[in-house]
């Protein structure tokens, strides 16, 4: 089993929906949470991150984690064509990263 | 700042002949990982170093694989010998392991390796 579980998609949704991406993970020693963005041909780039549960909102991102059913969600308000990219969740315990399978998404304009 | 800088950024070989990839990070960042992007299996840590010393070399796949960081602003990853199965993007990453213990990585723009 994956440390880190992700759908791969693709997913392709409409100029302005919102769109829920999301991830299960099986380490318990995970602390922190992390989405990853990664254009075509580019490295993955830091979008959020989140220590233990809650949520935590930036612009049209909210990135929420329920460590107690292991279960990590990004959520994208208003898409834009440019949000167009693959999304990795990450877990990491130590200065370890675990990445998902990332999920790639299209906002169709 | 320059960002984490990789080369080549493009790399075709044949089987049996020795890659070496390489990697400057960021000024000033005291961790280096070195990672393996494949359709497969995704983005999967090979080895990561803490002030220029290995600390967890668990995910390099096999004893053809080897990687050193001789100073902090340089690491090579070095394949010998290649074999098809090992073409993939490779990404070096970099950060700082502050007092506030965010792990923010800094991603370069991969070496895209192909073995034929």
């Known amino acids: 089993q994956k440390e880190v579980e992700q759908d791969p998609g693709p997913l392709s949704v409409p100029e302005g929906a919102i769109v829920s991406l999301n991830c299960t993970y099986s380490?318990?020693?995970?602390?922190?949470f992390m989405w990853y963005r990664q254009y075509s041909r580019k490295g993955p780039e830091l979008l959020m991150y989140?220590?233990?549960?809650g949520n935590k909102e930036d612009g049209r991102f909210t990135a929420q984690v329920d460590k107690s059913s292991k279960y990590i969600s990004l959520f994208i308000r208003d898409s834009q064509p440019s949000d167009s990219a693959t999304y990795l969740c990450a877990g990491t315990s130590g200065s370890r990263l675990t990445f998902g399978e990332g999920t790639q998404l299209t906002v169709n304009p | 700042d320059a960002g984490v800088i990789q080369s080549p950024r493009h790399e075709v070989t044949e089987m049996g002949q020795e890659v070496t990839l390489r990697c400057k990070p960021i000024?000033?960042?005291?961790?280096l990982f070195w990672y393996r992007q494949t359709m497969m299996r995704g983005l999967e840590l090979l080895i990561y170093?803490?002030?220029?010393?290995?600390?967890?070399d668990s995910g390099m796949p096999e004893d053809r694989f080897s990687a050193k960081m001789p100073n902090a602003s340089f690491s090579t990853l070095k394949i010998q010998p290649s074999e098809p199965r090992d073409s993939a993007v490779y990404f070096c990453?970099?950060?700082?392991?502050?007092?506030?213990?965010?792990?923010?990585?800094?991603f370069g723009p991969g070496t895209r390796l192909l073995v034929l």
């Open positions: 380490n318990s020693a995970f602390q922190y």
């Open positions: 989140t220590y233990s549960s």
């Open positions: 990453a970099s950060t700082y392991q502050g007092p506030s213990f965010q792990e923010t990585q800094y």
């Open positions: 170093f803490n002030n220029n010393v290995p600390i967890d």
């Open positions: 000024s000033g960042h005291d961790y």
